[in-house]
């Protein structure tokens, strides 16, 4: 097997100067011509002589064509393997595509690389199609094959904004790296050629594809010539099965099928399908064809294809819709909503229309044509589209479904919770049979708690704010069932209790997949609901986990979903963990989320992008995003909240920590109030780490753990309770369990609340804050303002580590090659950070952090320790010690250096 490992130019030099021969091997386009020049021009730098000899049709005839063509003046084989032989020390020999060389050229390369013994690199396609006189070398011992491996999906997506210019849509990105496989010529090509064609467009949000990528002219010869040798009866089912995309394998003639198997065209996959090995070979088989029998083939296909059962006839539909077919109305329209479900609205919106040519008032169609062309960004045409299906209503069921899909464009879209629970209350007036009912009962409740209206119906404007969520419904036979089902859900998981989401969401994982087809984003809904429970279990290290695997399998197989994935890890990582990344996802997510919003959460996005800009020192980017908040998602608790979150930190920044506390605490009990159970009691708890309106806070956290359930609340609940207590033991394992589950804020917080105690409790604790994972500098923490003038310098840190290790100052100033004097000063430094005065209290933090945290670098953040770090911060009425044990706040900001 070859080595795979990446190669670069640096690497090939280092194996030639060490005497290597080496063939490389790869594919047409990924980029073998590219690395020798780039190694011709690295030794050419360093004094050897390395011109690159190329194989090539036009010097293939030609007797040492290839070496004539070098620019040096060679008349035998003997007279270059001469000279190679005289100034082996200074040569080096570079020969590309080693497939093409002619065979006097060929002869040469062989000894110089057998008997000679010259450093070489080579290249061919792959070894088994090279000359067998490469093979004898291979197999003698005297070459080692090195694959070069295609671009990096890093690599691929910078090759890829280069090429545009800008960034291009996840949907776009997707699909061309899918198509390219990371061969560099094939990004480049297929890039051309989308263009070229309008098929790969710029928009506000980047170059987005309207259709499926193709590639240029070019690339579709090169790679079209594997099809040369068909007959042409093994032609036409290539041609078949590249319009169908793919075909039972029933339905490919047998001989035709072995025939296009041997030959590398196609490939059959475990449900007995039939597609094409590269779908870019659509392209080149179409210009085979002319557009008459190109058209005529596709009929024939879609005819057969619509007589073959239900599946089939939705598949139809397309290719009847390209070519200007028939199109069966029926199929068309199903084929839409499961389009629209699968988060595909250019198809839905194609396959409505083709409807709506013909029926005009399918409500259905309408429906599917309105929400298409919200999620397309259109302005009018969704409010077109979905009041006329409202107008066409002919019984209850239609009338439900259309307002529901008019709540769901105002909501997820338009970013107006109101108008949503407005259109559904209009169509509660008028609906009177039980189940549809029953639907538009469930989707009032989903969108009066995005816009923070608790569970309050409209007949019940004065009720309670906490009333029973209604039953889930029993008959999941169709899409509006399902999506009560997933209401009742993102429900459980919204207000609680916790244990009712666990259970829903049991019953969501046996819904027929025929069913949740037809329903819009409704498995990622069910996917939203399930790490939004795991998360709430207090498990946030398997949250985070869940969500980097979702986020990359979402790049390459569902890009419109990312923006829902960025915001939910970038809200983990806001109140657990890392304040920077959170940030960044955030400003991704919105990114992504103007492109495609499948749930209406672009203005959390938003909000959150706010925040952690604020609690990343950009305020300037806080303020901007938060004015870029429509008005109408002002109302949204998630919004509230961390619009509430953001005031607080600046008050906190300010050094008002009573207003910052007042701030978090209004926040939660507004939050409590809208049903928000989990984020009321994520905002209470920032309170609770202020050491702030103790009591306030250990009533709304007991309330949210009772209705909401689950380990997070519970464990929130404890702290809340310890710090109001001043109990010191409590606190120590609550911070060592938040540590556990992920929650460094929440630990470290707690351990630096405990660093300045004079007891055991205190020595513990700064051992404990140094082996925090998260470096402390990127994370939003609430006790003590925040201040970097203790964080280590890189320096400072590895002085730390040699001295913990023994090394004397000199020792480690001869390592460094600065003088004793500059070392000491470092130590200083590092002594006064740490808080500690000896270096036998140096090598015990650094080992007991090393134990702790054996991956987590001890002392690359923030020192914290005896009192230094966490120093006391008073203004003229408040104190940050108050309620803590006896003899705490006495100490105030007292230093022991």
């Known amino acids: 097997m070859p080595d795979t490992a990446n190669l670069s130019s640096d690497a090939l030099r280092h194996a030639v100067e060490a005497g290597a021969a080496i063939l490389v091997t790869g594919p047409r386009g990924i980029g073998k011509t590219h690395t020798l020049r780039a190694l011709s021009s690295a030794l050419s730098r360093s004094g050897r002589t390395a011109p690159v000899i190329a194989g090539s049709n036009r010097s293939g005839g030609i007797p040492l064509g290839a070496f004539a063509a070098a620019g040096e003046q060679w008349h035998s084989a003997a007279s270059v393997i001469d000279t190679f032989a005289r100034e082996r020390s200074a040569r080096v020999l570079l020969v590309d595509d080693v497939d093409a060389l002619d065979d006097a050229s060929l002869f040469v390369v062989c000894q110089l690389v057998a008997t000679t013994r010259i450093p070489a690199v080579l290249t061919s396609r792959s070894l088994t199609t090279a000359p067998a006189s490469i093979q004898r070398l291979y197999d003698g011992g005297d070459l080692t094959e090195r694959a070069l491996a295609p671009l990096t999906d890093i690599e691929a997506k910078q090759l890829l904004t280069e090429l545009l210019g800008a960034s291009a849509t996840p949907a776009a990105r997707a699909a061309i790296l899918a198509a390219a496989q990371g061969n560099p010529l094939h990004v480049r090509e297929i890039v051309r050629g989308s263009v070229d064609q309008g098929r790969l467009v710029e928009t506000a949000h980047g170059w987005d594809l309207v259709s499926a990528p193709v590639p240029s002219p070019r690339l579709s010869q090169l790679l079209g010539v594997r099809l040369d040798e068909l007959d042409p009866r093994a032609l036409d089912e290539a041609a078949k099965i590249a319009i169908a995309d793919a075909l039972p394998r029933s339905a490919v003639d047998g001989d035709a099928l072995r025939t296009l198997v041997r030959s590398g065209v196609v490939e059959t996959t475990g449900d007995n399908q039939v597609r094409l090995v590269d779908p870019l070979d659509v392209e080149h088989l179409r210009s085979r064809f002319a557009a008459p029998a190109w058209r005529e083939l596709a009929r024939e296909v879609a ?30 329209v199903e084929l839409a909503e499961r389009a629209l479900a699968a988060l595909d609205p250019r198809l839905a919106m194609r396959a409505a229309n083709a409807v709506l040519d013909s029926q005009p008032d399918d409500v259905r169609a309408l429906r599917v044509a309105g929400l298409a062309a919200t999620a397309l960004g259109e302005t009018a045409l969704p409010d ?59 989707a009032r409740l989903r969108w009066g708690a995005v816009a923070g209206q608790g569970a309050s119906s409209p007949a019940e404007p004065g009720a309670a704010t906490r009333t029973a969520p209604l039953d889930p419904p029993e008959q999941l036979d169709h899409p509006e069932a399902a999506m009560g089902l997933i209401a009742a859900g993102v429900s459980g998981v919204i207000a609680g209790p916790l244990d009712e989401a666990t259970t829903v969401l049991h019953r969501l994982e046996q819904l027929p997949s025929e069913v949740l087809a037809r329903v819009p984003g409704g498995r990622q809904l069910i996917d939203l609901t399930a790490i939004m429970a795991l998360s709430y279990t207090g498990d946030i290290l398997a949250t985070r986990r869940r969500l980097d695997a979702t986020i990359a399998t979402s790049e390459r197989d569902a890009p419109e979903e990312l923006g829902v994935w960025e915001y939910a890890l970038g809200v983990v990582e806001l109140f657990s963990s890392d304040a920077e990344r959170a940030y960044e996802l955030a400003r991704s997510a919105s990114a992504h989320l103007a492109w495609r919003d499948t749930t209406g959460l672009l203005p959390a996005a938003q909000a959150l992008a706010a925040a952690a800009a604020l609690a990343t020192g950009r305020e300037i980017e806080s303020a901007k995003a938060f004015d870029a908040i429509s008005e109408t998602a002002a109302i949204d608790p998630k919004v509230v909240m961390l619009r509430g ?14 207003a910052a506390a007042r701030e978090l605490v209004t926040t939660a009990r507004s939050l409590l109030d809208a049903q928000h159970t989990f984020l009321a009691g994520m905002a209470a708890h920032c309170a609770a780490r202020l050491n702030r309106r103790r009591e306030e806070v250990v009533q709304i956290l007991d309330v949210a753990a009772a209705l909401g359930g689950g380990g997070l609340l519970a464990l929130l609940a404890r702290h809340a309770r310890a710090v109001r207590d001043g109990d010191t033991a409590s606190l120590e394992q609550i911070a060592a369990d938040a540590q556990e589950l992920g929650l460094d804020v929440t630990a470290a917080d707690t351990w630096a609340l405990l660093a300045d105690s004079p007891s055991r409790p205190g020595a513990r604790a700064r051992r404990h804050l140094a082996a925090v994972p998260t470096p402390l500098t990127r994370m939003a923490l609430w006790t003590g303002p925040q201040d970097r003038s203790h964080v280590l310098t890189e320096r400072e840190r590895q002085v730390a580590e040699l001295a913990a290790q023994r090394l004397t100052a000199k020792e480690i100033a001869r390592r460094h090659s600065v003088s004793v004097h500059t070392v000491n000063n470092q130590l200083a430094s590092v002594f006064r950070k740490l808080g500690i005065s000896s270096r036998a209290e140096l090598r015990e933090v650094v080992e007991a952090a090393t134990a702790l945290s054996p991956v987590a670098d001890p002392l690359a953040r923030p020192a914290r320790g005896k009192g230094h770090q966490v120093r006391a911060v008073r203004d003229e009425r408040e104190s940050w010690h108050e309620g803590l044990p006896q003899g705490r706040a006495a100490r105030g900001s007292s230093h022991n250096t």
């Open 303 to 332: 005819e057969q294809m619509r007589a073959s059962g239900p599946l089939l006839a939705r598949r139809a539909v397309p290719i009847a819709l390209e070519h200007d077919l028939e199109v069966d109305l029926d199929a068309a």
């Open 384 to 442: 077109a589209h979905l009041g006329r299906a409202l107008e066409a209503a002919r019984d209850d069921a239609d009338t439900s479904a259309a307002a529901i899909a008019t709540a769901q464009h105002l909501g997820n879209h338009r970013h107006d919770p109101g108008g949503a629970v407005l259109a559904i209350d209009e169509a509660l007036r008028v609906v009177t049979a039980p189940e549809p009912l029953a639907h538009l009962q469930r």
């Open 645 to 658: 979150w953001a005031t607080a930190w600046q008050h906190h920044l300010e050094r008002r920590p009573e």
